[in-house]
């Protein structure tokens, strides 16, 4: 049998009775483990070699877990200092502890955090009290270190090597190990003798470059054989869904908005007759800039028609918020936490000029909040944001506007609910059913312009508008539960790798 040189030494290295590894065959035969690797699918599929793979688990120290081998964990070293200063009988303050034991920098903070929860004692008032029970021979940690600097981590106890992994101080990885054993084929061909065929399986810059190439025999390539599966990269879901998004509101006859990811307060929440006192604009909800803190230019004459709809509203019977309006305050600069500042620009001529009905923009932008991260909520998302600029609008034409949008995503079940925004009157909230768990979520909200909003911007006809998350849609199109496995840092990266594109 005549086979190509890298088959053919992979399958003179083979065994019938024990079987040896990729890495094990690279070595002896000095090839790579990708090439050997290749020649055993190759000789697989020919029935001549069996290849037999395992999930395997590779547990490694990290630098900081390999210097707390060799010093001992803080908390350990924390609790020898403090046993033999005799805090096992009274209370030692900490300052003395940390310099016995030798503790600074960070190192303390680790000390402290993990004495307490490994039941070495307790922390009072700078004082420090150890359990005169417990055994810092047998701290679980500590041991499974131990395991993981000896080879044999894997063995050690799940949950140590679970708080170890947590504590940055061993670092788990998964790999595939490969496996061979020669068939009864394979053996029979090797004593039938295996000819190395003059076959070049893999074009070299050399072959190019001597123009060897023209004359060569090249290897026949067997697309049928398994092989590694490599990962190229791809577009992410959540960008490719944003570009769908686009696709469709363009489709729609929207145009895009684009501006500031920070933005003066005035247009991300004056212009939106927003009261300065509304308990979204605290520093608690908002990431405010410090440098720069302010924005030089504002349009003066949109600062002072909008100065006067705060204090005295508009119209003959307005009625305002009546307290006082700071511009300095309006000049702060913040994240936006919605883009309906890209529509505040866009609709008061600053972005592109003066508009004339109809007109309809959009964007599909990232906003930033600071709530509390859960399977719903980051703290910054992507905001499908959009107006429609005509004379006469109603909630018909809103709902209708939602409905042709989300039944483009397949989505015909969206339902309303009546909302309170400060800018909008009437307001509406969008909520869609999850695909999976069947709970009702939220997913946008909406409404038209108020004139307080509308007057100081110059505009004389109607403008609704809305902000939808497009996360959300996501996990509406996808059945996502948590919209951490999509992104952030705990992001599913097999599930980005073979999640399938809805259309
Ligand atoms: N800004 C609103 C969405 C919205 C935009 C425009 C009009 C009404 C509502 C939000 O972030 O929730």
Known sequence: ????????????????TESRTVEAL??????????????????????????????????????EGAEYRESGLPEVRLYRAAVDAGADDDPV????????????????????SNFARKGYGRIESGAVEAAPDADPE??????????????????????????LERRGLVRREASTARSVTLTDAGVTALMEGVEVADTVGA?????????AWRDVEFTEYNVEADAETVHGGREHILRQTANRVKDVLVGMGFQEMEGPHVDADFWINDALFMPQDHPARTHWDRFALSDPRRIDHLPEDLVERVRRAHLEGVGEDGEGYH????????????????????????????????????????????VYRNDTLDATHLLEFFQIEGWVMAEDLSVRDLMGTFEEFYSQFGIT?????????????????????????????????????RPEVLEP??????????????????????????????HGTLCDLDLLRTVEVVH
């Not at 074009?203 to 123009?211: E, K, M, R, V």
């Not at 309906?340 to 009905?357: F, H, Q």
């Not at 909302?419 to 307001?427: I, K, M, V």
Request: include cysteine; glycine fraction near 8%.
């Open 1 to 16: 049998m005549r086979l190509p040189q890298a088959q053919a030494a992979v399958l003179e290295a083979a065994s019938a």
């Open 26 to 63: 690279a070595a002896a035969l000095d090839e790579s483990p990708t090439a050997v690797t290749r020649a055993a699918f190759e000789l697989a599929d020919d029935g001549l070699l069996d290849v037999e793979e395992e999930e395997r688990e590779s547990v490694s120290l990290t630098e």
């Open 93 to 112: 303050s900490m300052g003395e502890l940390l310099g016995a034991a030798g503790l600074d920098g960070p190192a303390v903070d680790i000390a402290l």
């Open 138 to 163: 047998s701290d679980a940690e500590a041991a499974a270190l131990d395991a993981v600097a000896a080879g044999d981590g894997t063995d050690a106890p799940e949950d140590a090597l679970d708080a």
């Open 203 to 211: 074009l070299t810059p050399d072959l190019l470059t001597s123009g």
């Open 323 to 366: 307290s006082p309006w700071d511009e300095e305050f309006a000049r702060a600069l913040a994240l936006r936490g919605h883009t309906t500042s890209l529509s505040m620009r866009y609709l008061s001529g600053d972005a592109v000029g003066d508009l004339e009905p109809p007109q309809r923009y959009f964007s599909v932008e990232k």
């Open 413 to 449: 079940d969206i339902q309303f609910k009546p909302h309170y925004n400060p800018y909008t009157e009437p307001s509406f909230e969008l909520f869609g059913r999850h695909p999976e768990t069947g709970e009702i979520i939220e997913i946008g909200n909406s409404g038209i312009f």
């Open 457 to 486: 911007l110059g505009i004389d006809c109607d403008v609704m508008a809305w902000g939808l998350a497009l996360e959300r849609l996501l996990m509406l199109m996808y059945g996502f539960e948590d919209i951490r496995d999509v």
